[in-house]
T-cell receptor
């Protein structure tokens, strides 16, 4: 079983719709979770972090965490073509030393 | 004013050569990392240094040797390059090594082995 799993996509949504990206992880001791956005040919850029169960909202982005189910998600409201990118879920391993374990990423395509 | 800068941006070289990639951060962070992103876009940690001390050393061939002269710099030297080393190598930094501080990435070095 992979440590952090994501559907590779592509996830195709129309402009203005809600995009829903999902991630599951295997390390029950993990306490910190991150979503990075990576445009093609560019570096990963942090867009959300979440540490407690529930929802965390930042602008058009909402991260959701359910530690009991080992599940993290990212919702993007009012999706724009500029949101088209690969979204990487990252989980901080419970072994310390800020070791981030990344999923393979979900490619999101927002079409006009 | 780039926060995490890597050089070179592109590196094309022959199999068997030795090459180095340099990374510098001006964020005042005390922890730096090297990641490898392969052709399938899977991003995997290789090494991490905290205040010049090696703290993460994943299963990486010993042809790869990181060096941190100070906490603002982390270089990666690769000996006897192989075809499988072709990838994008990202440097990153964060404040602290055991907490929840986010990591900031450089623009990457695209290494192509001929």
């Amino acid at each position: 079983q992979k440590e952090v799993e994501q559907n590779s996509g592509p996830l195709s949504v129309p402009e203005g719709a809600i995009a829903s990206l999902n991630c599951t992880y295997s390390d029950r001791g993990s306490q910190s979770f991150f979503w990075y956005r990576q445009y093609s040919g560019k570096s990963p850029e942090l867009i959300m972090s979440i540490y407690s169960n529930g929802d965390k909202e930042d602008g058009r982005f909402t991260a959701q965490l359910n530690k009991a189910s080992q599940y993290v998600s990212l919702l993007i409201r009012d999706s724009q073509p500029s949101d088209s990118a690969t979204y990487l879920c990252a989980v901080l391993g419970s072994g310390g030393y800020n070791k981030l374990i990344f999923g393979a990423g979900t490619r999101l395509a927002v079409h006009p | 004013d780039t926060a995490v800068s890597q050089t070179p941006k592109y590196l094309v070289t022959q199999m068997g050569n030795d090459k180095s990639i340099k990374c510098e951060q001006n964020l005042g962070h005390d922890t730096m990392y090297w990641y490898k992103q392969d052709s399938k876009k899977f991003l995997k940690i290789m090494f991490s240094y905290n205040n010049k001390e090696l703290i993460i050393n994943e299963t990486v061939p010993n042809r790869f040797s990181p060096k941190s002269p100070d906490k603002a710099h982390l270089n990666l030297h690769i000996n006897s390059l192989e075809l499988g080393d072709s990838a994008v190598y990202f440097c990153a930094s964060s404040q602290g090594s055991g907490g929840v501080q986010p990591q900031h990435f450089g623009d990457g070095t695209r290494l192509s082995i001929l």
